[in-house]
């Protein structure tokens, strides 16, 4: 098989061990996401062992989540999820920059894909559209996840 069939999706995830640090900020919105990589996964061939899902309050925090759930869980990716919505102030950029920043920083520091899934959206409906519509965004933070274990897995060996 060659390599560039993993990048057309021709990918299985048997075995591999896939962690998920989710946002409580904007709950129903990460939960739409949440469940739709959690379904991706599932039918993708992850096994309800290999998976370990832990909630924090918000966007800001899913960098420290995704480096405690490298150190301890040893996954072989992490997705993060979260949702950020434009308000009055520059405060979602700085939100949305920082998450960007430190998962960025945990993948490189520990070699282990962190997928990040943060939607950041201008306005509210933007926000549903992302998390709810018919593009289904989880399930594609599920696919590159997927294929970035698979990846490492490969160059390990």
């Not at 995704?66 to 990716?77: E, I, N, T, Y």
Request: aromatic share 2%.
């Amino acid at each position: 098989m060659s390599r560039d069939s993993h990048a057309k999706g021709a990918v299985g995830a048997k075995g591999l061990r896939i962690a998920v640090a989710a946002a409580q900020f904007n709950g129903s919105l990460v939960d739409a996401l949440l469940g739709r990589v959690v379904g991706r996964l599932a039918a993708s061939g992850i096994m309800e062992r290999d998976l370990f899902v832990v909630r924090v309050p918000g966007s800001n925090e899913l960098p420290s989540a995704a480096q405690m759930l490298v150190s301890g869980r040893k996954p072989d990716a992490v997705i993060a999820l979260g949702v950020i919505v434009r308000g009055d102030t520059i405060h979602y950029e700085l939100i949305a920059t920082a998450a960007t920043n430190g998962l960025m920083d945990v993948a490189l520091a520990s070699r282990v894909p962190v997928i990040n899934g943060v939607i950041v959206a201008e306005n509210a409906a933007q926000a549903r559209a992302r998390c709810k519509g018919r593009i289904d965004r989880g399930a594609e933070f599920a696919d590159a996840a997927i294929k970035m274990a698979v990846l490492g897995r490969s160059l390990s060996t």
